[in-house]
């Protein structure tokens, strides 16, 4: 069974940085594709990004490109969010999300329970 425990949300102000962690377990990940999405109360959930957890290729949506860097510590089994530039409108619960099949755009993800960020103006 997949696990998936995101840590490291919190308060921070607008221009501030964070780095969000998930914690991964009950696979071997070679084959995955793990990322991230958020969702912002009333709205859909939104992709945020993900990293072929095999190659380390990585890819964003334009939104938070150039802000937000995904990363892997494989021996670990831990995948990070590192967050700068933060705006207001980046407050929203992040969720970690892994595929076996491919990308985390498709189906069958496993999800996290999700770690608030809210960034303040």
């Known amino acids: 069974q997949v696990q998936l425990v995101e840590s490291g949300g919190g308060l921070v102000q607008a221009g501030g940085s964070l780095r969000l962690s998930c914690a991964a377990s009950?696979?071997?990940?070679?084959?995955?594709?793990l990322g991230w999405f958020r969702q912002a109360p009333g709205k859909e959930r939104e992709f945020v990004g993900q990293?072929?957890?095999?190659?380390?290729?990585?890819d964003y949506p334009d939104s938070v490109k150039g802000r937000f860097t995904i990363s892997r510590d494989a021996a670990k089994n831990t995948l990070y969010l590192e967050m700068i530039s933060l705006k207001p409108e980046d407050t929203a619960i992040y969720y970690c999300?892994?595929?076996?099949?491919?990308?985390?755009?498709?189906?069958?993800?496993?999800w996290g329970q999700g770690t608030q960020v809210t960034v303040s103006s």
């Open positions: 009950g696979r071997t990940f070679s084959t995955y594709f």
């Open positions: 999300a892994a595929n076996p099949y491919g990308s985390i755009l498709y189906k069958g993800n496993y």
């Open positions: 990293i072929n957890w095999s190659s380390g290729a990585t």
